[in-house]
Each structure stands twice: as structure tokens, then as C-alpha cells.
């Protein structure tokens, strides 16, 4: 499929053409991109909670009175979680959050995901991301004539310095290079910009899986 390519001043610059295998599909499966979107949150989480575990509070274990004969419950430690002070049963503890996702199904999710962005008319292609000045004033007034308020970035193999430096306090606008091309931030996003160095860099990727 072709898609016109345009300048960063609005202006066209020919057209691209996209792989039907990458950015073709028409049958988005919702399954894989929640599957991988949660298997991504997951992953983030740091998992440092924790509380102390009995062995680890610094409350006396000693016996609190005889077993027998008190006309009360039998009780062992003051560490007991049904006691003031005592620690707490079945308290979260440091563990990591993650689990697996096989790699063909993150790669699967990646090609729904950016055929939903083509299928919904929210992909567009650059011809490059470059500016004289790193101006964050200059920028969002070119962002907001474009009409990317909530935009996805795919820079190309590096994000160009003052690019990177304009863009990054503007809100909502998020600059990432090829190797950060990833589900979640493509859903999230309205706008899904990708430089024809990414569009290359990207159908490059998945070719060499399918040859693999």
C-alpha cells in the first residue's frame, strides 16, 4: 500500500510504500495487543513492596503465659499478626511481576498494532525529523499545525539532538528511536509518527524474522 510522505512544515514529499505484511493487517486481534500490553506493565513494576514477615520482627517471642489453666486462647508470640505490633499474614514481599510472552507473539501484537494506526488513519510518515534550533516554543506551534497533540515519534536509528531536546517538555509527545518502538506506547498515542528511515529500519526487522 502506498502513503504520502510529508515534510515537517506540512509540505509533501512524495509517497512511501508499505509492507501488507507489517502494516496491511485487516483483522486486528485485540487479544494479542492486551496480552502484550499487559505483559509490558507487568515488567515495569518495580515489586519492591514488602512488610515484616514474623521472623524479622523485633518484637519479643517469648512465650506470653502458660499454656494451660489461664482460661484464655493459647498464644505462643507476640509476633503473631493478631496482636498490636505483631507483623502482618500474607503481606506482600519483594518478587518480580513479570512473565513470559513468547517472542513470535510480541512480534505478532507489534505488526496488529501498527496496522491498527493505518487502519484508523493515524499513521503518518515524515521525511526526516531534523531542526536548526532546539526550540520548544517553535516546535509544539509545528506540532499543533499538524495536529499532532498526542503523538507516538519514530525518530530513525537515533533521535537528531536538538529534536530531541525541542521536543521532549512538550506534554503528550513522546520521541523514542527504532529500538523503542513498542504496543503499548503505539495504542496510547492518537498520532503514530514514523520517519521513512523507521518505516525501512522496521519492514527490515520483521523480514528478517520471516527468513529466519
Same mark, same amino acid.
Given at each position: 500500500m502506498k502513503l504520502s510522505v510529508i515534510k515537517l512544515d506540512g509540505k509533501a514529499a512524495g509517497d512511501v510504500e508499505l509492507s501488507d505484511?507489517?502494516?496491511?493487517?485487516?483483522?486486528?486481534?485485540?487479544?494479542?495487543?492486551?496480552?502484550?500490553?499487559?505483559w509490558q506493565l507487568a515488567k515495569r513494576?518495580?515489586?519492591?513492596?514488602?512488610? !515484616?514477615?514474623?521472623?524479622?520482627?523485633?518484637?519479643?517471642?517469648?512465650?506470653?503465659?502458660? !499454656?494451660?489453666?489461664?482460661?484464655?486462647?493459647?498464644?505462643?508470640?507476640?509476633?503473631?499478626? !493478631?496482636?498490636?505490633?505483631?507483623?502482618r499474614a500474607f503481606g506482600p514481599v519483594v518478587r518480580d511481576h513479570g512473565f513470559s510472552l513468547p517472542k513470535k507473539v510480541r512480534a505478532l501484537a507489534l505488526r496488529h498494532a501498527?496496522?491498527?494506526?493505518?487502519?484508523?488513519g493515524d499513521l503518518v510518515v515524515v521525511d526526516n525529523l531534523t531542526v536548526k534550533e532546539a526550540k520548544t516554543a517553535t516546535l509544539r506551534a509545528t506540532f499543533g499545525k499538524l495536529g499532532w497533540t498526542k503523538a507516538l515519534i519514530i525518530a530513525g536509528p537515533e533521535v537528531e539532538t536538538n529534536f530531541g531536546l525541542a521536543a521532549r517538555n512538550i506534554p503528550h509527545i513522546d520521541v523514542l528511536?527504532?529500538?523503542?518502538?513498542?504496543?503499548?506506547?503505539?495504542?496510547?498515542?492518537?498520532?503514530?509518527?514514523?520517519?521513512?528511515?523507521?518505516?525501512e529500519a522496521i519492514e527490515a526487522r520483521f523480514a528478517e524474522k520471516e527468513a529466519a
Open positions: 505484511a507489517v502494516f496491511g493487517l485487516t483483522d486486528i486481534r485485540g487479544d494479542l495487543l492486551a496480552r502484550t500490553v499487559n513494576r518495580a515489586g519492591t513492596h514488602k512488610v !515484616q514477615t514474623r521472623n524479622e520482627n523485633s518484637r519479643t517471642g517469648k512465650k506470653m503465659y502458660k !499454656q494451660k489453666g489461664t482460661g484464655g486462647a493459647r498464644h505462643g508470640s507476640r509476633r503473631a499478626p !493478631q496482636f498490636v505490633g505483631g507483623s501498527l496496522s491498527s494506526k493505518v487502519k484508523a528511536p527504532n529500538a523503542g518502538l513498542n504496543v503499548y506506547d503505539i495504542l496510547r498515542a492518537d498520532k503514530l509518527v514514523l520517519t521513512k528511515a523507521a518505516v
